[in-house]
């Protein structure tokens, strides 16, 4: 448990430039308070004793602002950035250093049983008001841009963003710093970038074809 204390400690540090002292991060970051009272919810719920567990998190939500169900895995140094607004479903699962910011949801898309919830894997990043949505996998090393919908499974070493979420593939590799969740490529700007290209192209081409028959009746 001391190990997990310091860990959590540490973690804040490696990820949020504005941590200044120990002290100030065991009693103002509530990211990290989620996280102590989520393990004491969940080594409850893994005990069987589920409405205890569910009156812990019930607390840790209210004084927090982030609702984590004790059914959740969690796995090591994950970090929460601010958090007010973060939701991590029952049967979700967490991989190892992954950083999830404010207004994130890791949900179901219904009422089905059994797994319901995403396995995020490990270094994922997840912007500020992600929603990530259904019994699928995040990869390893994936992005997930600020805002998006992600609705499907997303493979490793992946960035997405837009609502629905879409891919962005970058020769296989995680794309810029894992901590810059503004500076991602935007697929539906991309495209309406083209459009406005080819409008421009079909203008010049119509006022070329306008120009030429008007000197053409003069003559």
């Not at 169900?69 to 991590?88: C, N, S, T, W, Y």
């Not at 894992?178 to 459009?195: A, G, K, N, S, Y």
């Amino acid at each position: 448990m001391l190990r997990h204390f310091r860990s959590d400690v540490q973690t804040v540090f490696e990820n949020d430039p504005a941590a200044r002292s120990r002290f100030e991060v065991i009693f103002t970051y509530s990211g990290v308070h989620a996280i102590w009272g989520h393990r004491l919810a969940h080594s409850f719920y893994r005990k069987g004793w589920f409405t205890v567990a569910r009156v812990i998190s019930q607390v840790s939500r209210f004084m927090t602002g982030i609702e984590i169900h004790p059914g959740a895995k969690i796995g090591e140094r994950l970090f929460i950035d601010h958090g007010m607004g973060v939701v991590i479903g029952e049967t979700c699962e967490i991989g190892d250093n992954v950083v999830i910011y404010q207004g994130v949801t890791l949900g179901g898309t219904g009422k089905e049983k059994g797994k319901r919830h995403p396995t995020i894997g490990n270094n994922v990043v997840i912007g500020s008001g992600a929603k990530v949505l259904g019994s699928f996998a995040v990869g390893d090393n994936s992005n997930i841009g600020s805002n998006a919908v992600v609705l499907r499974e997303v493979p490793d070493n992946c960035t997405v963003v837009g609502n629905p979420g879409r891919v962005v593939r970058r020769n296989g590799e995680r794309v810029g710093d894992r901590l810059d969740h503004t500076q991602l490529p935007d697929p539906v700007i991309e495209m309406f970038r083209m459009m406005q290209k080819e409008i421009d192209e079909l203008k010049y081409k119509v006022n070329g074809e306008r120009y030429l028959e008007n000197e053409g009746s003069k003559s």
